[in-house]
């Protein structure tokens, strides 16, 4: 209602010309009307009464409508819009309640779903972790065993003193197996002692000082002189690995210092393969060295390679160290007149 009397006033207001021919229509009406109150009061007080309550409804009933119907009707809009406004505003306040209920359960989702991989992940780590440590020992114990297997073909310092009576052996494998191994035999009167480096180390290195061994043994059932010993030993090792001179074939060898000495002559022959002697005179503080023909056993060396021969003489105390790595790792002998 309030708003078609607003609506009904703009519409007057707007057709309303404020030229002085319609001011002059609004004074006549007024200035009629003041006539008939006073002609209604000669002729009846009753008259200019009613006529003065229409005067007075043509003049306050607009302006009361100006002042008080727009401000009550401008208060009731403004609540309406402010109804409107706060409604939209609790449901968007509904709406962001939903969506951060929705995000702390996808948080929540997220955090289970993340316990659940690590909880998984530990197990998964734990197991492995018990699974390397069972391969570990498994590892660690067949080298271990192996270590035994490697020191049983090994010749005892008792076996060696059965022999030779003052010597000394130094033997420090860099890891549990070697491919570093000494060498003892004796055939009739005299002794072979061997200081060899197999290609490699750890396993692989054992592996290959295993088949060196055996060569060698089988080597020195065949002759007593180094020389021939280690010209066998390079066919041996050659023909076990099928080494040729095809691309492909093993390079797998060793590096030796052999020793034959006889012990009723006391005269020593020796033969290496990149591995010389040293010898210490007895009295002396020099160190003598004989070298050792430059080519392995086995690899690249040819089938048919002779190692050079070097003969010694025991009438004068000596010590013979075999060198190894470059440095005195294995057997000595001395050797009185």
């Keep these: ?24 229509r609004l004074w006549i009406t007024l200035a009629g009307l003041g006539v008939l109150a006073c002609l209604g009061l000669l002729i009846h007080p009753m008259i200019s009464i009613v006529i003065f309550i229409i005067f007075l409804l043509l003049i306050v009933v607009p302006v009361a409508g100006l002042v008080f119907i727009v401000p009550v ?3 009731i809009r403004h609540a309406r819009s402010f109804a409107i406004t706060n409604q939209s505003l609790e ?14 359960e996808q ?21 492995r972790t018990a ?27 008792s076996e060696i003193n059965a022999t030779l009576k003052e010597c000394f052996i130094l033997f420090k494998p860099k890891d549990v197996v070697s491919g570093d191994f000494y060498f003892f035999a004796k055939k009739e009167n005299t002794a072979i002692i061997a200081a060899a480096d197999c290609t490699g180390h750890g396993v692989p290195g054992a592996l290959m000082s295993m088949i060196a061994t055996e060569k060698l043994i089988a080597a020195t ?11 066998t030993l ?10 040729s001179d095809q691309e492909g074939s093993t390079r797998d060898g060793m590096d030796i210092a052999l020793t034959a000495i ?73 050797e009185k007149n």
Aim: charged fraction near 30%; proline fraction near 2%.
């Design 262 to 334: 006889n012990l009723e002559t006391k005269r020593i022959s020796y033969a290496g393969a990149n591995r010389p002697v040293w010898i210490i005179r007895n009295g002396s503080k020099e160190v003598e060295e004989i070298k050792a023909t430059k080519k392995a056993i086995g690899g690249f060396t040819a089938e048919d390679q002779q190692f050079e021969a070097h003969e010694l003489d025991l009438k004068r105390e000596i010590r013979i160290t075999y060198l190894q790595m470059g440095m005195p790792i294995s057997s000595g002998q001395t």
């Design 234 to 243: 390079n066919k041996g090792i050659k023909t076990s690995l099928k080494q």
């Design 91 to 104: 449901e968007q306040l509904i709406q962001v309640r939903e969506l951060s209920a929705k995000a702390i």
């Design 107 to 127: 948080e929540q989702e997220k955090k289970k779903i993340l316990e659940t991989q690590n909880e998984r992940l530990e197990q998964m780590v734990t197991e």
């Design 73 to 75: 009707y401008m208060t």
């Design 131 to 157: 699974e390397l440590a069972q391969k570990n020992l498994e590892i660690k114990d067949s080298i271990n065993y192996a270590q035994r297997i490697q020191n049983a073909i090994l010749t005892t310092r």
């Design 221 to 231: 059932m065949d002759s007593t002189h180094p020389s021939v010993i280690l010209n």
């Design 1 to 24: 209602m309030i708003e078609i009397i607003v609506i009904v006033l703009k519409a007057y207001f707007k057709q309303y010309d404020p030229t002085r021919k319609k001011q002059k």
